[in-house]
T-cell receptor, first 117, second 117 residues
Framework: GAVVSQHPSRVICKSGTSVKIECRSL??????MFWYRQFPKQSLMLMAT?????????EQGVEKDKFLINHASLTLSTLTVTSAHPEDSSFYIC?????????????FGPGTRLTVL | TQLLEQSPQFLSIQEGENLTVYCNSS?????LQWYRQEPGEGPVLLVT?????EVKKLKRLTFQFGDARKDSSLHITAAQPGDTGLYLC?????????????????FGQGTILTVHP
């Protein structure tokens, strides 16, 4: 149980285009999902907290107009990187909290490698 | 902002040796989680510790949560090459007034462990 999927696993795009990444909780309902960014050999950096049916809460320094988050259902959150540039190239990881467990345990997706040319 | 200092950042040892990774903070966490991550994949949850002073064992891995719930350690006995990876500790931020933290995780910097055959 507690499986989180991400799609796509890898994406290469041209500078200026937008890219959408999906995060799904496959066998549980997630009222809260989180989006992280990770650079090589570094820890995870929280970008935003996504709550079903409400606006996302962004961490300081993260541009909400550039990284659009939508949490339309209890099993799906999407991150759209708008007008991507090479500096946006990174490993993006989502996680989800299982509302049924009543704990703060987060389950992570396998990540999406974004390369902007 | 709650910070979690993880050390060491890099650890290179021979198969069969023991090692300990530390996570320290001046702040109290509701719980603390340890993850292991391999390149190109998402973090995989190893354990969650909740109670001050708690000790949990997972085969050759021993996890301890400090009495004051401000620090934690991961001890690996007789390390094997398969233990190689990035180890991350993450503390759960207690919900603030109005419950706005949504169980956010504060990550340590990570420890890159390499176990040589």
């Amino acid at each position: 149980g507690a499986v989180v999927s991400q799609h796509p696993s890898r994406v290469i795009c041209k500078s200026g285009t937008s890219v959408k990444i999906e995060c799904r909780s496959l066998d549980f309902q997630a009222t809260t999902m989180f989006w992280y960014r990770q650079f090589p050999k570094q820890s995870l950096m929280l970008m935003a907290t996504s709550n079903e049916g409400s606006k996302a809460t962004y961490e300081q320094g993260v541009e909400k107009d550039k990284f659009l988050i939508n949490h339309a259902s209890l099993t799906l959150s999407t991150l759209t990187v708008t007008s991507a540039h090479p500096e946006d190239s990174s490993f993006y990881i989502c996680s989800a909290r299982d509302r049924g467990q009543g704990t703060d345990t987060q389950y992570f997706g396998p990540g999406t490698r974004l390369t902007v040319l | 902002t709650q910070l979690l200092e993880q050390s060491p950042q890099f650890l290179s040892i021979q198969e069969g040796e023991n090692l300990t990774v530390y996570c320290n903070s001046s702040s109290v966490f509701s719980s603390l989680q340890w993850y292991r991550q391999e390149p190109g994949e998402g973090p995989v949850l190893l354990v969650t510790v909740v109670t001050g002073g708690e000790v949990k064992k997972l085969k050759r891995l021993t996890f301890q949560f400090g009495d004051a719930r401000k620090d934690s350690s991961l001890h690996i006995t007789a390390a094997q090459p398969g233990d190689t990876g990035l180890y991350l500790c993450a503390g759960v931020v207690p919900s603030g007034a109005g419950g706005t933290s949504y169980g956010k995780l504060t990550f340590g910097q990570g420890t890159i462990l390499t176990v040589h055959p």
